[in-house]
Every structure is written in structure tokens, then in C-alpha cells.
């Protein structure tokens, strides 16, 4: 059997740390085996998906040396490899399900199925919702149908039992059937959902090993019986543990950067990262802290996955990612760091602002130095104003984060867009609103246009400077969180918050 692995990202937001993992360990097993990694983009959630996310997955992973033989990019004897081209493929599948009598069309309303849930709840019945709950006597299925009725397809599942999965590292893992709903396959735009697109194109594209992280075990039985009714040979399952923050939550961007971006913009090295990436709940034989991708792949062995969970601790990988830097001699060392950020590129993008307000040369390297920095500390009472307190800025601020982390397009004119928009529905002016984020960005207000600084560091510095400053001005309390939340929900929608002054 020839052994084909598949890393199977959505483009959706930034690249994540988690698919990076995840990809490292794909690729290993098929390069050990001899056989071929694939990357496939799952994007049939299309108002999420975008094309740049898309190019931020292929440009982070080849950043980081992970390598696929098959792609949406570079094609193969399976393409397309981009679930969104394949659309055809999935309703035909569906299509044969429905004529088996494994799925059905699904007329039920969105009300009807909060209906058919409460009344679960009021039965005290603790099980998710199946066929015989759903399906409607024939005539009605008629009318509706003939109405013009919007439907979906929905898979059928066993009302109760034992749903046996066999795992590669986890063995034999018994999950209840009463918990696995009747669950859609195609959608009414005629998508399909995950589990639909993902266990057909890993059949068409002849994977023979799904590695993936371990939040996707409860889908393995819905899996499992497509697989069934279609009659295919299911690839061999394996789930890898999660990677967590240090308090051992699941890694999350509140806690811990998961951009790969963000690595790449505080210049780690991609040694440094696939190496630690590699050591998360996997060791070298030898036990070696230090090892390069040739020498994992060499060594690799899939059953030496430890199942607790990996912490993901940016300590340690600056420690790790130091004794590679350490390695490079001076002309590596010098390379690397003009591809960092010492290149013609983008000192371009800095010295147009900065040449207007120097008076010596000897003056640049001083007042951009926020530009070639990752995030450097600030005080809080850098961020004093006679007008604004520090609570009122922070607010401010969270509202500036959370309007980034949304930004599709990251330029300066985007940026400035969110300021006015916080500056209107808080009553004040974009100047107040953008002191704190000067501050944050630059260390201090004396600095050119915050915009502009903002485009050229990039989104990653950028919120993590912000994030930085929100926590020097005090932090955001859960309690606190949730009211600034239903602020910014009005924001969002366009309204002036309550008591703002909006003379
Ligand atoms: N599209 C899924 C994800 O975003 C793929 C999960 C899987 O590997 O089956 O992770």
C-alpha cells in the first residue's frame, strides 16, 4: 500500500501553529514510508474562506520547509485539490445516498428544529436528533416539496449503541451512537458540510492515513459509516493530542500567538519552529532537544506520540530557537537577518516616513526602531493623557483589537476606518482614539502616522503590541470583557454606545 497523508486546512483568518503541527507529523509519516503528503484546502464554508488566507497557509508552510507533493498550487492526478472546484462531486455522492436510502431530504424549518430540541429537553431525553425525530410523513414531504421548500440532506444514524473507532495511537475508542445526530451532508445552497467533503475527497484522493488533531474523534463515527454506505475502505485513523497553552487549556490566540505570521515577524527561525513543533508530544529516540527536519523525518515512528497534552511554551521555543540562531556563522547569521527584515524591501516601506523628521542619519536606526522590533516593553505611564484616563484608553483599545482580529484587508486605510468607527460611537475623536494605540505600536506619541506603522509591522506585531498595552493599563477582567462585549456588538452594528457623548 502506498502510503498518502493529506493535511487538510480551511483558509479562514491566519495560519495556524495547530496546522502547521499537524502537517509536520503527515508529512513525516509519508516521507518515512516513501510515499506522498498532500495538501488540500477545505474552503466550502465560503463566507468565511478567503484567498488570502489561502496564500498565507501555502507561503507559511513552505516558510517552514513543510513541502506537499499534490496541492491546489502545484495540481496532481486528483485535482483540484480546493474543495470549493469540487462542488459537483459532492451532490452526486449525496445524490447516491438519498437513493440508497442512507440519507434523506430534510424539510424541517429552523424553528421545527428548535421545537423538536426542547421538547427533547422537556422530555429529559439526552440524545441528538435523529431521522425518526426529523423525517415528516410522505404527503407532507410532498407539499413542501412542491411548495418550492428549502431542504438539506442529512446522513441516517443508528439511534443508540456502541460506535467502535480504531485509532493508531489511541486503539480501540467506544463512542455512543445516542450523541451522533442525523447530520447534514449537503446544505440548502447545495455545499456540502465537512463531513461530507472531507470523507469523499480523502476516498477520491486515496488517503490511506488520516492524521489530525483529536477534536475531530467525535465526527470519526459519522465518518466511519459514510465510509460504510458508500462501501470504501476507510483510511487508518489517528488523532493527535491538542496542542495546550501553559495553564494546559487548548491553545488559544488569547493566551499565546498561533500565528505562524507571528512567529516569522518576531524572527524565529523556521528550523526553530518546525524543531519545536516536533517535540510536541513527540521525542527523537535519543531523546535530542535539537534536531532538524531531515533528522525527524529520519527517525520518525508515528507510536512514539505521547498522548498528554503538548504545551505549546513560547519560552522554550525562544530557548530552542536561540541554539539554532547561534549555529548560523556570521555570513548565515547576516543573511538571515537581511531576510528578516534588513532588506531593500522593506526598509523602503519605513524610510519614507521617517526621512522628513530626521535631522542625522544617525537618527533612523533611533526613530524607526519600532519597525525592526518584536514587542517591546511599555510602561503605563507612557500612555498618560490630561484628558483620558488609562480605563478609558483601555476600553478603547480591547474595541481596536477586536476590530482587528476582523479586518479582512490589512492596509492602512482599513485601519484608520476602525478608528473612526470607535471614535464615533464613543464620542470622542480619532486622534483620542488612536494616543494609546501610538503608544502601544511606537512607545510613544512622537512618532509618524500610527496607520502607516501599523500596515508596514503587520497585523501580528500590531495586535500583539495592542494586546501587550491593554494588559500595562490594568487587563480586561472576564466580567469586564463581557459588557465591553455588548459594546462593541452596538459598535459593530453601527449605534452610539450608551452615555457616550455625542454632541
Ligand atoms: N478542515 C478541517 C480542519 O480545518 C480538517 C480536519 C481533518 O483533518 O479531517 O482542520
Same mark, same amino acid.
Given at each position: 500500500?502506498?502510503v498518502?497523508?493529506?493535511?487538510?486546512?480551511?483558509?479562514?483568518?491566519?495560519?495556524?501553529?495547530?496546522?502547521?503541527?499537524?502537517?509536520?507529523f503527515?508529512?513525516?509519516?509519508a516521507?518515512?514510508?516513501?510515499?506522498?503528503?498532500?495538501?488540500?484546502?477545505?474552503?466550502?464554508?465560503?463566507t468565511?474562506?478567503?484567498?488570502?488566507?489561502?496564500?498565507?497557509?501555502?507561503?507559511?508552510?513552505?516558510?517552514?520547509?513543510?513541502e506537499?507533493?499534490?496541492?491546489?498550487?502545484?495540481?496532481?492526478? @486528483?485535482?483540484?485539490?480546493?474543495?470549493?472546484?469540487r462542488?459537483?462531486?459532492?451532490?452526486?455522492?449525496?445524490?447516491?445516498?438519498?437513493?440508497?436510502?442512507?440519507?434523506?431530504?430534510?424539510?424541517?424549518?429552523?424553528?421545527?428544529?428548535?421545537?423538536?430540541?426542547?421538547?427533547l429537553?422537556?422530555?429529559?431525553?439526552?440524545?441528538?436528533?435523529?431521522?425518526?425525530?426529523?423525517?415528516?410523513?410522505?404527503?407532507?414531504v410532498?407539499?413542501? @416539496?412542491?411548495?418550492?421548500?428549502?431542504?438539506?440532506?442529512?446522513?441516517?444514524?443508528?439511534?443508540?449503541?456502541?460506535?467502535?473507532i480504531?485509532?493508531l495511537?489511541?486503539?480501540?475508542?467506544?463512542?455512543?451512537?445516542?450523541?451522533v445526530?442525523a447530520?447534514?451532508l449537503?446544505?440548502?445552497?447545495?455545499?456540502?458540510?465537512?463531513?461530507?467533503?472531507?470523507?469523499?475527497?480523502? @476516498?477520491?484522493?486515496?488517503?490511506?492515513?488520516?492524521i489530525?488533531?483529536?477534536?475531530?474523534?467525535?465526527?470519526?463515527?459519522?465518518?466511519?459509516?459514510l465510509?460504510?454506505?458508500?462501501?470504501?475502505?476507510m483510511?487508518?485513523?489517528?488523532?493527535?493530542?491538542?496542542?495546550?497553552?501553559?495553564?494546559?487549556?487548548?491553545?488559544s490566540?488569547?493566551?499565546?500567538?498561533?500565528?505562524?505570521?507571528f512567529?516569522?515577524?518576531?524572527?524565529?527561525?523556521?528550523?526553530?519552529?518546525?524543531?519545536?513543533?516536533?517535540?510536541?508530544?513527540?521525542?527523537?529516540?535519543?531523546?535530542?532537544?535539537?534536531?532538524?527536519?531531515?533528522q525527524?523525518?529520519?527517525?520518525?515512528?508515528?507510536?512514539?506520540?505521547?498522548?498528554?497534552g503538548?504545551?505549546?511554551?513560547?519560552e522554550?521555543?525562544?530557548?530552542l530557537?536561540?541554539?539554532?540562531?547561534?549555529?548560523l556563522d556570521?555570513?548565515?547569521?547576516?543573511?538571515?537577518l537581511?531576510?528578516?527584515?534588513?532588506?531593500?524591501d522593506?526598509?523602503?516601506? !519605513?524610510?519614507p516616513?521617517?526621512?522628513?523628521? !530626521?535631522e542625522t542619519?544617525?537618527?533612523v536606526?533611533?526613530?524607526?526602531?519600532?519597525?525592526?522590533t518584536?514587542?517591546?516593553?511599555?510602561?503605563?505611564?507612557?500612555?498618560?493623557?490630561?484628558k483620558?484616563s488609562?480605563?478609558?484608553m483601555?476600553?478603547?483599545?480591547?474595541?481596536?483589537?477586536?476590530?482587528?482580529?476582523?479586518?479582512?484587508?490589512?492596509?492602512?486605510?482599513?485601519?484608520?476606518?476602525e478608528?473612526?468607527?470607535?471614535?464615533?460611537?464613543?464620542?470622542?475623536?480619532?486622534?483620542?482614539?488612536?494616543?494609546?494605540v501610538?503608544?502601544?505600536?511606537?512607545?510613544?506619541?512622537?512618532?509618524?502616522?500610527?496607520v502607516?506603522?501599523m500596515?508596514i509591522?503587520?497585523?501580528?506585531?500590531?495586535?500583539?503590541?495592542?494586546?501587550?498595552?491593554?494588559e500595562?493599563l490594568?487587563?480586561v477582567?472576564?466580567?469586564?470583557?463581557?459588557k465591553?462585549?455588548?459594546?462593541?456588538?452596538?459598535?459593530?452594528?453601527?449605534?452610539p454606545?450608551?452615555?457616550a457623548?455625542?454632541?
Open positions: 500500500m502506498t498518502r497523508t493529506r493535511v487538510a486546512p480551511s483558509p479562514t483568518g491566519d495560519p495556524h501553529v495547530g496546522t502547521a503541527y499537524i502537517a509536520l503527515n508529512m513525516c509519516f516521507r518515512q514510508h516513501g510515499g506522498q503528503f498532500i495538501l488540500r484546502i477545505e474552503d466550502t464554508d465560503q468565511r474562506s478567503t484567498a488570502e488566507s489561502e496564500q498565507m497557509i501555502f507561503d507559511s508552510m513552505r516558510w517552514l520547509g513543510l506537499w507533493d499534490e496541492g491546489p498550487d502545484i495540481g496532481g492526478p @486528483h485535482a483540484p485539490y480546493r474543495q470549493s472546484e462542488g459537483a462531486i459532492y451532490s452526486r455522492y449525496a445524490e447516491e445516498l438519498v437513493e440508497k436510502g442512507h440519507a434523506f431530504r430534510c424539510y424541517r424549518t429552523g424553528e421545527e428544529l428548535d421545537a423538536l430540541r426542547e421538547d429537553k422537556a422530555r429529559g431525553v439526552q440524545r441528538a436528533l435523529k431521522p425518526s425525530d426529523l423525517e415528516l410523513p410522505a404527503d407532507e410532498e407539499r413542501r @416539496h412542491a411548495a418550492g421548500a428549502s431542504y438539506v440532506i442529512r446522513m441516517r444514524v443508528p439511534e443508540e449503541g456502541r460506535c467502535d480504531s485509532d495511537l489511541r486503539g480501540n475508542l467506544e463512542l455512543d451512537w445516542a450523541q445526530d447530520q447534514i449537503l446544505k440548502s445552497d447545495g455545499m456540502p458540510t465537512y463531513h461530507l467533503a472531507n470523507v469523499v475527497d480523502d @476516498h477520491l484522493m486515496e488517503i490511506s492515513h488520516v489530525r488533531g483529536e477534536e475531530w474523534i467525535n465526527s470519526a463515527p459519522k465518518h466511519k459509516l465510509y460504510e454506505y458508500f462501501g470504501w475502505q483510511p487508518v485513523l489517528c488523532h493527535m493530542p491538542l496542542l495546550r497553552n501553559p495553564d494546559k487549556s487548548k491553545l490566540k488569547r493566551k499565546n500567538p498561533t500565528s505562524i505570521n512567529y516569522r515577524r518576531m524572527g524565529y527561525l523556521p528550523q526553530g519552529l518546525t524543531n519545536y513543533l516536533g517535540r510536541m508530544g513527540w521525542s527523537m529516540p535519543d531523546e535530542s532537544e535539537k534536531f532538524s527536519l531531515e525527524m523525518i529520519a527517525s520518525f515512528d508515528i507510536s512514539r506520540v505521547s498522548l498528554g503538548p504545551v505549546f511554551d513560547v522554550k521555543l525562544s530557548w530557537n536561540g541554539l539554532w540562531l547561534r549555529e556570521d555570513e548565515a547569521f547576516l543573511s538571515t537581511m531576510e528578516w527584515a534588513f532588506n531593500r522593506y526598509v523602503m516601506q !519605513v524610510l516616513h521617517l526621512r522628513g523628521r !530626521v542619519l544617525s537618527q536606526a533611533e526613530r524607526g526602531s519600532f519597525c525592526f518584536g514587542v517591546p516593553p511599555v510602561n503605563a505611564s507612557a500612555f498618560d493623557h490630561d483620558f488609562h480605563d478609558q483601555r476600553e478603547w483599545l480591547q474595541y481596536f483589537l477586536w476590530a482587528l482580529e476582523t479586518l479582512r484587508h490589512w492596509n492602512r486605510d482599513a485601519i484608520f476606518a478608528a473612526q468607527r470607535i471614535a464615533a460611537a464613543t464620542g470622542v475623536k480619532v486622534k483620542d482614539v488612536l494616543h494609546p501610538f503608544v502601544a505600536i511606537a512607545g510613544t506619541t512622537a512618532s509618524f502616522s500610527v502607516d506603522s500596515e509591522i503587520g497585523s501580528d506585531l500590531s495586535r500583539a503590541r495592542i494586546r501587550q498595552a491593554i500595562v490594568g487587563g477582567s472576564k466580567k469586564q470583557a463581557k465591553l462585549e455588548k459594546n462593541w456588538q452596538r459598535i459593530e452594528q453601527g449605534l454606545l450608551d452615555g457623548d455625542t454632541e
